[in-house]
C-alpha cells in the first residue's frame, strides 16, 4: 500500500463545476504539500497545510490530521485549471508523493 | 527574485556513462532536495541537502549520488548509465524542511540511448 494514496486517478468536469481530489496518508506528516504540473510543464506548488483550511483564490485545500485526510476543491472550474494534481506527504525532509490526478475541464 | 534553475534542460547519454545535473536554488534557500519522474513510478525522492549536508536519503541504487556546495547549489551525479534512468530529474528548493514551502525547478530530461 502506498503512503499516499490520490482519488481519483482522472477527473473529466465541465467548465463551473466544483471538484474535488483526496489525498489519504498512512503514517504522521510535518505537512502535507499540494502540487498541480501542466503537460511538459514544471512542478507548481499551490498549497502546504499542517492543520485547517487554506484558500487562493478558486482553490481550497483541508486537512484533517486526525483522519490523515486531504482535499483539495476547486470551485468554478475552467479549462485552464486542466492539469495533473499531485499531493505530497512531507516528513523527515523528504516528500513522498501521491500519484496524481489527472483533471480535464472542458469549455 | 530568480527561481530554481537547472542545468542542461535535456541531455541525451548511452548506456554505460555518467552524467551531472546542477541545480541553484532561490537565494536564501539552504535545502535543495532531488527528484526522479518517471511514468511508471511517478515522483521518488532521491536526496535532500541542507547546508551541505545529506540529511536524507531514497531507496536509489549507489550510482545515483550527489552533493551541495557552500552557496548552496546542488549537483546530482549517476554513474554508469541504465536505460531505466531515463526520467525527468527535478529539483526543489526551500528554506528549510518540508514543513517548508517547496518550489521547484523545470527539470532534467535525460534519456539515455
Known amino acids: 500500500k502506498n503512503e499516499v494514496e490520490q482519488s481519483p486517478q482522472n477527473l473529466t468536469a465541465q467548465e463551473g463545476e466544483f471538484i474535488t481530489i483526496n489525498c489519504s496518508y498512512s503514517v504522521g506528516i510535518s505537512a502535507l504539500h499540494w502540487l498541480q504540473q501542466h503537460p511538459g510543464g514544471g512542478i507548481v506548488s499551490l498549497f502546504m497545510l499542517s492543520s485547517g483550511k487554506k484558500k487562493h483564490g478558486r482553490l481550497i485545500a483541508t486537512i484533517n490530521i486526525q483522519e490523515k485526510h486531504s482535499s483539495l476543491h476547486i470551485t468554478a472550474s475552467h479549462p485552464r485549471d486542466s492539469a495533473v494534481y499531485i499531493c505530497a506527504r512531507g516528513s523527515n525532509y523528504k516528500l513522498t508523493f501521491g500519484k496524481g490526478t489527472l483533471l480535464t475541464v472542458n469549455p | 527574485k530568480a527561481g530554481v534553475t537547472q542545468t542542461p534542460r535535456y541531455l541525451i547519454k548511452t548506456r554505460g556513462q555518467q552524467v551531472t545535473l546542477s541545480c541553484s536554488p532561490i537565494s536564501g534557500h539552504r535545502s535543495v532536495s532531488w527528484y526522479q519522474q518517471t511514468p511508471g513510478q511517478g515522483l521518488q525522492f532521491l536526496f535532500e541537502?541542507?547546508?551541505?549536508?545529506?540529511?536524507n536519503k531514497g531507496n536509489f541504487p549507489g550510482r545515483f549520488s550527489g552533493r551541495q556546495f557552500s552557496n548552496s547549489r546542488s549537483e546530482m551525479n549517476v554513474s554508469t548509465l541504465e536505460l531505466g534512468d531515463s526520467a525527468l530529474y527535478l529539483c526543489?528548493?526551500?528554506?528549510?524542511?518540508?514543513?517548508?514551502?517547496?518550489?521547484f525547478g523545470p527539470g532534467t530530461r535525460l534519456t539515455v540511448t
Open positions: 541537502y541542507f547546508s551541505e549536508t545529506q540529511r
Open positions: 526543489a528548493s526551500s528554506l528549510g524542511d518540508t514543513a517548508y514551502e517547496q518550489y
